[in-house]
T-cell receptor
Framework: GIQVEQSPPDLILQEGANSTLRCNFS?????LQWFHQNPWGQLINLFY???GTKQNGRLSATTVATERYSLLYISSSQTTDSGVYFC??????????FGTGTRLTVIP | AAGVIQSPRHLIKEKRETATLKCYPI?????VYWYQQGPGQDPQFLIS???????DKGSIPDRFSAQQFSDYHSELNMSSLELGDSALYFC??????????FGSGTRLTVV
């Protein structure tokens, strides 16, 4: 399967700070999603972004498919942003391969 | 908007028992996926169905089976449960060329 690497593995931020999470993948994909897993275990879809740039409030994401990486930007972080952020990629109608995630802790 | 519905939310079973998890995908989504997430792990793909036919298979144990019914809901059946089967089980659905939507998951604890 496709290899997905996320960095950093852990991140601690002061409330109000900005951060960038990175996802590298080993093969061409036509599906890339960013998910936030909250402390209750729910997987929330943040972006479906196989290429290009999208923004949703304080979050934005950019995928450069030709260079096989994607970035998730979090601005003005809040304590509710804490949790694990997963990047997941796939090809065609096949299953998604998940990275090992970035665990974000935002402290007040 | 309707989401992916999973039941039950929590399940406690003893070793060697059987468990059945249910998933109701978003209406008109053509593909259903099952994932297993162990403690501190990323979700691992188990099995998927496209238009009610099995389409792909991942690291699903032989003790597990799944199917999708005529009303598009899906069930994951797990037999001879082991302690290591304790995990979060997610169902997701998608429409071809669109992103996945995950359900809230079923937390299975085997004691």
């Amino acid at each position: 399967g496709i290899q997905v690497e996320q960095s950093p593995p852990d991140l601690i931020l002061q409330e109000g700070a900005n951060s960038t999470l990175r996802c590298n993948f080993s093969d061409s994909v036509n599906n890339l999603q960013w998910f936030h897993q909250n402390p209750w275990g729910q997987l929330i879809n943040l972006f479906y972004i196989p290429s290009g740039t999208k923004q949703n409030g304080r979050l934005s994401a950019t995928t450069v498919a030709t260079e096989r990486y994607s970035l998730l930007y979090i601005s003005s972080s809040q304590t509710t942003d804490s949790g694990v952020y997963f990047c997941a990629v796939g090809t065609g109608a096949n299953n998604l391969f998940f990275g090992t995630g970035t665990r974000l802790t935002v402290i007040p | 908007a309707a989401g992916v519905i999973q039941s039950p939310r929590h399940l406690i079973k003893e070793k060697r028992e059987t468990a059945t998890l249910k998933c109701y995908p978003i209406p008109r989504h053509d593909t259903v996926y099952w994932y297993q997430q162990g403690p501190g792990q990323d979700p691992q793909f188990l099995i998927s169905f496209y238009e009610k036919m099995q389409s792909d298979k991942g690291s699903i144990p032989d003790r597990f089976s799944a199917q999708q019914f005529s009303d598009y809901h899906s069930e994951l059946n797990m037999s001879s449960l082991e302690l290591g089967d304790s995990a979060l089980y997610f169902c997701a659905s998608s429409l071809t060329n669109y992103g996945y939507t995950f359900g809230s998951g079923t937390r299975l604890t085997v004691v």
